[in-house]
């Protein structure tokens, strides 16, 4: 089985991972940004999506919430550059893992 890693957002964080070397990546904004998530979310041969953080913004709240304990694929928000990151590193391994990363 093939799985994959995609980045969807915006140009400027695209970008940074293309030239990371991931090649699975769309650039898309507003109401595209969902639509183009919602396929990604779910398609079965995706394991990892690191999406735009304003994607928190555009979705209701159950949806947001069956992302953020989603595991296939694990969903990982990311602030555009130059803006204040909302969840520390610590905060997100606690949600994501159930691991508490900051007593260790």
Request: aromatic fraction near 4%; glycine fraction near 6%; charge should be negative.
């Amino acid at each position: 089985m093939q799985s994959c890693i995609t980045v969807i957002g915006e140009r400027d964080v695209v970008l940074g991972f293309r030239l990371l070397g991931i090649t699975n990546t769309i650039v898309a904004e507003g109401k595209d940004l969902v639509k183009k998530f919602m396929e990604e979310f779910e398609n079965p041969h995706c394991s990892v999506i690191v999406v735009s953080e304003h994607l928190k913004n555009m979705i209701d709240k159950k949806t947001l919430r069956s992302i953020e304990v989603s595991s296939k694929p694990l969903v990982v928000f990311i602030p555009l550059p130059g803006f204040k990151e909302e969840e520390s590193i610590e905060t997100m391994a606690k949600r994501i893992l159930g691991i508490d990363i900051g007593s260790v």
